[in-house]
């Protein structure tokens, strides 16, 4: 399973945008990015997948460059209850859908 | 996620005696999975299942077997609990198709004295 790298925390001002990057050198062809939340006594709650280049939902933005070896996740105008864990994966689909969790990026807003 | 229940929620016993964990899911995913989250660890996947009475083990399975005999539940049991398993306990299910991601319970949070 492909390993990522994540700041361990960062701090931000409430209303700021947010940019957490996630580092995977040895990221497969069939992988994807993915990226979930974790707040306090609750699961991961998934935000955002992508496989090359740009993708947008209504909570956040994935940037992935063209090699693909590393990945943004933008959170726009941050408010108070984006304090969260926030964790990148890199996992295949194809086959067993086995991912593989590091520790994660601890992001504290500040107001 | 509205789906995926886990039962109990939180849960104290003693080194030595058995413990089941029940996960339901209501959205009909054929792959379910069972982790632990520990501080300093991440997350851990313990067990998963590929379909009913299809199982296979994660990357921390010594310990814990799993069932799975409806689409729908997926049990994790601890034989004989050592303190060394107390932590939290999520669930997870989806489709199993590509690109789709997993979708998380709320956790047990057991304690094992």
């Known amino acids: 399973l492909a390993k990522t790298t994540q700041p361990i925390s960062m701090d931000s001002y409430e209303g700021q945008e947010v940019n957490i990057t996630c580092s995977h050198n040895n990221i497969a062809t069939n992988d994807y990015i993915t990226w979930y939340q974790q707040f306090p006594s609750q699961g991961p709650r998934f935000i955002i997948q992508?496989?090359?280049t740009k993708v947008t939902n209504e909570v956040a933005s994935l940037f992935i460059p063209a090699d693909r070896k590393s990945s943004t996740l933008s959170l726009p105008r941050v408010s108070l209850s984006d304090t969260a864990v926030y964790y990148c994966l890199v996992a295949s689909y194809y086959g067993n859908n086995r991912l593989a969790f590091g520790k994660g990026n601890q992001v504290v807003v500040i107001p | 996620d509205a789906g995926i229940t886990q039962s109990p929620r939180h849960k104290v016993t003693e080194t030595g005696t058995p413990v089941t964990l029940r996960c339901h899911q209501t959205e009909n995913h054929r792959y379910m999975y069972w982790y632990r989250q520990d501080p300093g660890h991440g997350l851990r996947l313990i067990h998963y299942s590929y379909g009913v009475k299809d199982t296979d083990k994660g990357e921390v399975s010594d310990g814990y077997s799993v069932s799975r005999s409806k689409t729908e539940d997926f049990l994790l049991t601890l034989e004989s609990a050592t303190s060394s398993q107390t932590s939290v306990y999520f669930c997870a299910s989806n489709t199993g198709d590509s690109n789709q991601p997993q979708h998380f319970g709320d956790g047990t949070r057991l304690s094992i004295l």
């Open positions: 992508g496989y090359k």
